[in-house]
């Protein structure tokens, strides 16, 4: 395998950064990888039209965003036919729309369900993280707590996953704006990503107000958005939380082939797109560099994409013998990687394959992994033992 050597010095973002540290290994990209065996797929419901996120109430009722933008319920095994009213308008503009459920840390108690979504038009749109109160079959009080800037055009990158920490603390992901031909400022959109001024292309971190936390990495620092948790994304469509150790794992979008599995750490670049292992979609390389100093490697990556969206680290019993593996779902290549783990390395991967594009993956209470395809007629989908 090839290693790069480090350059001397290098401009990250603004801040300088001295090299003077050994080369690291490239990741050798993962292609086809083994069918996984013994599971089966059971249809839940079906009619569902481009299911984004699903979450469960505490008396079992599951909700389901459609991207759009309607919210669903699912009671005892059937979609209720009426959506639940009271959500705002979207942009249901290529891949934006109704994204990102979540519902606050003490739900039971404010009924909060937290929620993301696009909005403007083609000209100038951006992601919008709101939230509202859930009553019977409406959401009411809906109030945008935190809106990505600067505006965007076109219809790609809005994100977004919500991932609530243990401090009662959340992780908003922000794609970067789109690719080329696109333009912010006279420069492409990409670009926002290295800049932490701009909300596009990090992970931020937010109260339950939609406030930066006091130790927030670039809090007071000038110029720089205060909520910014970690810069230098593409587009992450996969939040996980281990909930054993702390560690936050995350699934990113590349371009032509270099998807990333990372653990995300605050304050910390993740090289987008100055060290990629993406190709433009016209074929060249997007950069020279794989790996640069003062920037984050990723722990896999996935080439040809799989387009990876939803994330979950299974912990439950129903599949003893998946617990403590990574479930990303892909979108391009219609699977589930089952990602299995020692500490922060990867150590192997196993394909679960289907014939629809996969959005979501969560755990249910029952222990049993869910799923939800991105189609016309989307699905929720059980993954049960053969």
């Known amino acids: 395998m090839r290693n790069l050597m480090r350059a001397a010095a290098v401009a990250i973002g603004g801040l300088g950064v001295s090299a003077a540290l050994p080369a690291r290994p490239e990741i050798q990209p993962t292609a086809e990888s083994p069918r996984a065996t013994g599971w089966k797929a059971v249809t839940i419901v ?76 083609r000209s100038a749109n951006r992601t919008r993280l709101a939230r509202g109160r859930l009553e019977g079959q409406a959401i009411v009080d809906v109030g945008t707590i935190f809106e990505a800037s600067p505006t965007k055009t076109g219809g790609q990158h809005f994100g977004s996953r919500i991932l609530w ?39 931020h971190r937010l109260d339950e107000d939609g406030k930066p936390p006091r130790d927030n990495p670039f809090l007071g620092q000038s110029g720089a958005a205060p909520t910014v948790w970690t810069y230098g994304h593409r587009n992450i469509q996969g939040l996980a939380l281990d909930s054993a150790t702390g560690r936050v794992w995350s699934t990113e979008h590349g371009a032509q082939g270099g998807d990333e599995l990372n653990v995300i750490q605050r304050g910390k670049n993740y090289g987008w797109p100055r060290a990629t292992y993406s190709r433009e979609y016209t074929g060249p390389a997007i950069s020279e560099h794989r790996s640069l100093p003062g920037m984050e490697d990723p722990k896999a990556v996935w080439t040809p994409c799989i387009a990876p969206s939803g994330l979950v680290l299974y912990t439950g019993d129903a599949m003893p013998g998946w617990k403590g593996d990574l479930f990303a779902g892909g979108l391009v290549l219609k699977q589930i990687r089952r990602v299995r783990l020692d500490g922060d390395r990867v150590v192997g991967e196993e394909t679960l394959q289907f014939d629809e594009r996969i959005r979501d993956v969560r755990q249910g209470p029952d222990g049993f992994l869910y799923v939800l395809t991105d189609e016309d007629d989307g699905k929720l989908l059980r993954l049960e033992p053969r």
């Open 46 to 121: 079906s009619g569902l039209e481009h299911p984004w996120a699903m979450q469960w109430l505490p008396d079992g009722a599951l909700l389901i965003s459609e991207r759009p933008g309607r919210l669903r319920v699912v009671r005892d095994g059937q979609l209720d036919p009426k959506p639940i009213v009271g959500v705002p308008p979207v942009l249901a503009l290529g891949q934006g729309g109704l994204m990102d459920l979540a519902l606050h840390p003490r739900f039971g108690e404010n009924r909060l369900v937290y929620f993301t979504y696009a909005t403007g038009d």
């Open 165 to 203: 920490l243990p401090d009662a603390t959340l992780l908003l992901s922000i794609g970067d704006g789109g690719n080329p031909p696109l333009t912010i400022d006279g420069k492409p959109s990409r670009e926002q990503a290295q800049m932490i001024s701009s909300a596009l292309g990090k992970v």
